[in-house]
């Protein structure tokens, strides 16, 4: 089986959705012996954004780009083919100003292309994803699962992947991080207990 790792968050060693989706991937694999694992970490190797760049790129036969369309060629032709190998995908997604990073909006951006993981037909627009599971790490400093606050953050993600066919998702979260030692370490226990008892229950 092969795992695709996602990071985003810019606090390194401090992050605690780095933490939790490291967990993620061990408890993986020790449930799943053998399984394989490519790892991006959107902040150390930040992938550039969606831009007019990229459109020309993708539009311009290899021969005739110039080196930065060529880059972008290849940036977005290997970040689509890690995600449409992987059989499973591991994010960590803490959440920034109510929303995802950007980062991980630029990754997002690459993935979710027209005629590769999804398609527009006569009946509507299909997922072509489905079969991966799908493992977000949620982190926030307040709380806001379930509230009109947490829309653009774990809502929008859940749509983002469904409409790419996933449906095979699953929360791990921890919020209120910042509401003092007392809940952080309760929502890092939480969320670690969830890993190891929950997430990987029946296998």
């Known amino acids: 089986m092969k795992l695709l790792h996602i990071d985003s968050s810019i606090l ?113 627009p299909e997922g072509l994803c489905g079969g991966k599971k799908l493992v977000i790490v949620s982190t926030a400093g307040g709380l806001h699962a379930g509230q009109p606050t947490g829309t653009a953050h774990e809502d929008y993600l859940k749509v983002l992947f469904g409409f790419l066919g996933i449906t095979d998702i699953e929360f791990v979260r921890a919020h209120g991080l910042a509401y003092g030692d007392e809940v952080r370490t309760k929502a890092m226990s939480d969320a670690q207990a969830h890993i190891s008892e929950q997430l990987f229950a029946a296998a």
Request: proline fraction near 3%; glycine fraction near 6%; aromatic fraction near 8%.
């Open 12 to 124: 390194g060693d401090n992050s605690a959705s780095r933490q939790l989706s490291g967990e993620v991937v061990k408890a993986w694999q020790a449930a799943e012996p053998g399984v394989a694992v490519t790892y991006r970490d959107l902040a150390a190797d930040a992938i550039s954004h969606f831009s007019a760049t990229t459109l020309v790129a993708a539009g311009t036969a290899a021969e005739l780009r110039n080196a930065a369309q060529q880059h972008e060629a290849e940036l977005s032709a290997q970040t689509l083919a890690e995600f449409l190998a992987a059989d499973a995908v591991v994010i960590a997604a803490p959440m920034y100003n109510f929303t995802i990073p950007t980062q991980l909006k630029a990754w997002i951006d690459r993935i979710a292309v027209a005629g590769q993981t999804f398609r527009y037909t006569e009946a509507g």
